[in-house]
C-alpha cells in the first residue's frame, strides 16, 4: 500500500471512528458538568458491593400503639449505630418487623415476617426472612436478605435482635 492510499485509508477509518462516537452521543447521556447533578431520568452508574453482615443489639421500649411496639438502641457488628424497630405482635406466632439501621455513613432499612415460639413464655424468641428494601447515604441502593432472630420481653416491651445476611450497596 503507498502512502496516498496509507492516509486515505487513515482517513475513513478516522471518519467512521468519529461517525460511531457521534452516534453513541446521541445515544447516551451528556455527563454531567462538575460539581452538578445529572439532570432527572438520566441514568447514573453505580457500584455494587456486597457484604456479609451480622447486628445485634439490646433494644429499649420507646412507645407503642395497639399492636405495633417500636424499640431503639445500639447495635453492634458489621454495621455499627442505632436501630430502630417497629414490631407489630397481635398475640397471634406470627410477628412482622420494619427496622433501620443508622450508621455514620448512611441508614439501611427493611422489613421481616417471623414465627414468634413458646408465645406463653414472658421471653418468647422469634426467628424468621429479612429483607433489605433501602436506604440512604451510602445505603441508597441497598437490598439483600438474610434472617431476623430475636427474643421479646413481655414485661417492659424490651427486644434482644440479631440479624445475619447479605447486603448488597
Given at each position: 500500500?503507498?502512502?496516498?492510499?496509507?492516509?486515505r485509508s487513515a482517513l475513513a477509518l478516522g471518519l467512521a471512528?468519529?461517525?460511531?462516537?457521534?452516534?453513541?452521543?446521541?445515544?447516551?447521556?451528556?455527563?454531567?458538568?462538575?460539581?452538578?447533578?445529572?439532570?432527572?431520568?438520566?441514568?447514573?452508574?453505580?457500584?455494587?458491593?456486597t457484604i456479609g453482615v451480622r447486628e445485634e443489639g439490646s433494644?429499649?421500649?420507646?412507645?407503642?400503639?395497639?399492636?405495633?411496639?417500636?424499640?431503639?438502641?445500639?447495635?453492634?457488628?458489621?454495621?455499627?449505630?442505632?436501630?430502630?424497630?417497629?414490631?407489630?405482635?397481635?398475640?397471634?406466632?406470627?410477628?412482622?418487623?420494619?427496622?433501620?439501621?443508622?450508621?455514620?455513613?448512611?441508614?439501611?432499612?427493611?422489613?421481616?415476617?417471623?414465627?414468634?415460639?413458646?408465645?406463653?413464655?414472658?421471653?418468647?424468641?422469634?426467628?424468621?426472612?429479612?429483607?433489605?428494601?433501602?436506604?440512604?447515604?451510602?445505603?441508597?441502593?441497598?437490598?439483600?436478605?438474610?434472617?431476623?432472630?430475636?427474643?421479646?420481653?413481655?414485661?417492659?416491651?424490651?427486644?434482644?435482635?440479631?440479624?445475619?445476611?447479605r447486603l448488597s450497596y
Amino acid at each position: 500500500m503507498n502512502a496516498g492510499n496509507l492516509a486515505r485509508s487513515a482517513l475513513a477509518l478516522g471518519l467512521a471512528m468519529t461517525a460511531t462516537v457521534s452516534g453513541a452521543q446521541a445515544i447516551l447521556p451528556a455527563p454531567a458538568a462538575a460539581g452538578k447533578h445529572p439532570a432527572a431520568g438520566t441514568p447514573v452508574a453505580h457500584v455494587s458491593r456486597t457484604i456479609g453482615v451480622r447486628e445485634e443489639g439490646s433494644l429499649r421500649f420507646l412507645s407503642d400503639e395497639a399492636t405495633l411496639i417500636v424499640d431503639e438502641g445500639p447495635l453492634s457488628g458489621t454495621l455499627p449505630g442505632r436501630g430502630r424497630v417497629y414490631f407489630t405482635y397481635d398475640g397471634s406466632p406470627d410477628v412482622t418487623a420494619r427496622f433501620a439501621i443508622r450508621t455514620s455513613a448512611g441508614t439501611v432499612e427493611g422489613r421481616a415476617t417471623c414465627l414468634l415460639h413458646n408465645p406463653n413464655n414472658p421471653t418468647p424468641s422469634f426467628r424468621g426472612a429479612l429483607q433489605i428494601v433501602g436506604g440512604s447515604g451510602r445505603y441508597a441502593h441497598a437490598h439483600g436478605s438474610g434472617e431476623l432472630f430475636g427474643v421479646f420481653h413481655r414485661h417492659g416491651y424490651g427486644l434482644i435482635v440479631q440479624a445475619v445476611g447479605r447486603l448488597s450497596y
